[in-house]
């Protein structure tokens, strides 16, 4: 079966530091992966995607990387903000199982001030 | 534009109860799914729909059905509440199953429904 994981369950930052959020997967099929982000008691609302043929996407004071290789993804954060506090949930995806994804346990970010 | 809104946002039932979670979304999206959300368990998926009058299992069907009779509504039933079934419920839905080259796969989530069974 697929797996998605994170290697830290939890993270605090100081405000104004970059954030660096990690992601595992096990699927060499997986070709699509979205970062979402989910404050607390509300659903999770999407970050950044990327498709396995990109290496890096960058968006708003956030860039993902993807590695292949070790079936590796990162987010990271720029200028932490306390509004970045949130838990953070990699999803992945693959052409066989149109658009169900599989979501990592998340990570649950700390800004501090 | 509402997007996906969930009725109720929280309910407490008794072991054996029967309810219904709605899910409406304003999108005219063809995918509606169905999320648990449990503690270190990260969003498991229950059931799907790719469109009115088809639905297929997810990860953790067991104990849960699903009907979607109109493009716009997707409801989850409990038949017999069992404690197992506490958690949180996400809906979500996306513009379709199937991704296009140049679509973003992103699924657009309801705000929750926090069901406790005793």
């Known amino acids: 079966g697929e797996s998605v994981g994170l290697h830290l369950p939890t993270l605090s930052v100081q405000e104004g530091d970059n954030s660096i959020i990690n992601c595992a997967y096990s699927?060499?099929?997986?070709?699509?992966f979205i970062w979402y982000k989910q404050e607390s008691g509300k659903g999770p609302q999407f970050i950044i995607d990327i498709r396995s043929n990109m290496d890096k996407r960058q968006g708003q004071r956030v860039t993902v990387l993807l590695n292949k290789t070790v079936k590796h993804l990162s987010l990271q954060i720029a200028a932490t903000q306390p509004g970045d506090s949130a838990v953070y949930f990699c999803?992945?995806?693959?052409?066989?199982?149109?658009?169900?994804?599989?979501f990592g346990t998340g990570t649950s970010l700390t800004v501090i001030p | 534009n509402a997007g996906v809104t969930q009725t109720p946002k929280f309910q407490v039932l008794k072991t054996g109860q029967s309810m219904t979670l709605q899910c409406a979304q304003d999108?005219?999206?063809?995918?509606m799914s169905w999320y648990r959300q449990d503690p270190g368990m990260g969003l498991r998926l229950i059931h799907y729909s790719v469109g009115a009058g088809i639905t297929d299992q997810g990860e953790v069907p067991n104990g849960y059905n699903v009907s979607r009779s109109t493009t716009e509504d997707f409801p989850l039933r409990l038949l017999s509440a069992a404690p197992s079934q506490t958690s949180v419920y996400f809906c979500?839905?996306?513009?379709?199953?199937?991704?296009?080259?140049?679509?973003?796969?992103?699924?657009?989530f309801g705000e929750g429904s926090r069901l406790t069974v005793l």
């Open positions: 979500a839905s996306s513009y379709s199953y199937f991704r296009a080259a140049g679509d973003t796969g992103e699924l657009f």
């Open positions: 699927n060499s099929a997986s070709d699509y």
């Open positions: 999803a992945e995806n693959n052409p066989h199982t149109g658009n169900q994804f599989y």
């Open positions: 999108m005219n999206h063809e995918y």
